[in-house]
């Protein structure tokens, strides 16, 4: 994971402040100056990813697994009552922010797991903000784990009323990401997951392909085999959906409880011994069939009850499974069976989509958050006032270098509410062209593209969206994305001309 950009590469951000500086220093006191001071300072701030999805989706687990420790409590009903911020800080613990602006301050307990009891109502509380300093996530983003949405259904409106992004209610959590949980295991219902994907865009939600994955969890649950594999078919299948394909970054599959038992370290020396000791028992070959059964076949083996409920909890019966296979082709030590259950449990393609997609779009996220805020508290001003602040905003994003702006822009206004309908070729295109990769990616070439397969791919481009554009068939929100595309292809070009010039 690499660390935070700061504020010295963050051109958009930077110019975004400058603008809001500007205002501030023409507003007199009032709500509206101290709130625009406060967006002033998140640009600084690190990438917030927030968690979300059903209720009892593994949610926390996955925040866990991110963290690599295991902070946030877990269970089997519902838990997460309160929205909890996890943040770096050098001084460990746990503020209590209630609603009525006071903030309490409670210590990790020992093992460095959130406190059970906060010793305050929940309704009191507005938010739990745990500060951590041991963990290298949170050096790079904040995370927030969320409480679950009531149904599979309840998405995009939900998500904005329970303050997930920027919206209106007193204070939100402002995430610029999101990772969207489905609970797959136990409930195979393709279409039901499409439709839940889809309503995920709402008109006043910031979510599409540039900052949002959806995840398919508990993978596991199925007694499936190779879940892995099962599940990264449906969600293949799911992430190429054309409907999707503006909404969401990719689509994974999770075996989350797996995955916070490896990456918090969960398994100790003793675990390790007894699971080897049943690789090579008799009762290896129907310890997995079952709950019961992996309980008689350690108590065969000589092990306590106890022991069996702390290996079924951390590995549950399909990482079980996987450790007596791994042990019986040769895994030798803990750190060797973390390894392939890491590699079974689908995590690293969710750190990868933080790490590559969503984390060098940190510059551009805090922008638009910025300005979309400007916009919201411009309403709070005299209409006049109001009105000024609206178009400073309009005519920044306007400027040559806000380009990731308006690249941003016109995803988003090609699906939601009243999407620009845009031919599914150019859609196609415009996800490529929107993705965080180089180049070459960028343009749908290959990976070993020359600077002049580049320029040319680009220039062929450009000229193609500008005779789309100038067909007089093309509507105004059709043409505005196509005009995107072409200053985004004239860049890219560009970039390949001074790139063969100095060569
Ligand atoms: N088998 C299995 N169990 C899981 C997995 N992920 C989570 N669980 C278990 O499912 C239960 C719910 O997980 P949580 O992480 O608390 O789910 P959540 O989405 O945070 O739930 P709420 O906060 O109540 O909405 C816990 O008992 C977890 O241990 C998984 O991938 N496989
Ligand atoms: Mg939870």
Known sequence: ???????????????????????IDELGPGAVRDQLIAECARLDRPLRVAVAGQVSAGKSTMVNALLARRVAPTGAAETTRLFALYEFDENEGVDIELADGRVLRRSLRADGSMPTEL?????????????????????????????????????????TERRIFGGEGSTTVDADALIFLLQAGGRNRETEWLSAFRE????????????????????????????LRQ?????????????LRLQLATVVPVAGLLAETVRAGLLTEDHFASLQALATSL?????????PLFYKAISELGGHELLAEELISRLGLFGVDRTLAGLQSGVETLGELYRVLLRESGFEAISAVISQAFMPRTDVLKADQALAATTRLSYQL???AGARMRSVAEELVLEPSMHQLRELHAVRACIGDDAVELPANLQEELRTLTGSGTAAQRLGLPANATADDIRSAARRKAMEA?????????????????????????????QADDQLAAT
Not at 1 to 23: F, I
Not at 231 to 243: D, M, N, V
Not at 283 to 291: I, N, P
């Open 1 to 23: 994971m690499v660390d935070a950009p700061t504020e010295s590469v963050r051109p958009l951000s930077r110019r975004v402040g400058q603008m809001l500086r500007a205002q």
């Open 119 to 159: 010793g305050v109502p929940p309704q009191a509380v507005d938010l739990l903000r745990v500060r951590l300093s041991s963990s290298a996530m949170v050096s790079a983003v904040t995370l927030v784990d969320t409480p679950g949405l009531d149904s599979v259904r309840e998405t995009a409106s939900a998500l």
């Open 200 to 227: 995920l865009t709402g008109s006043s939600l910031a979510s599409c392909s540039i900052n949002t994955v959806g995840v398919l969890s508990k993978i596991d649950q199925d007694n499936d085999p190779e879940p």
């Open 231 to 243: 599940f990264g078919r449906i969600a293949q299948r799911l992430a190429r959906e054309p409907a």
């Open 283 to 291: 009762g290896a070959r129907y310890a997995t069939a079952s709950v």
């Open 382 to 384: 005299p209409e006049m």
């Open 466 to 494: 500008i005779a789309v554009g100038a067909d007089p068939t093309v509507g105004p929100g059709e043409r505005r994305v196509i005009d995107v595309m072409r200053m985004s292809y004239a860049a890219l070009w560009q």
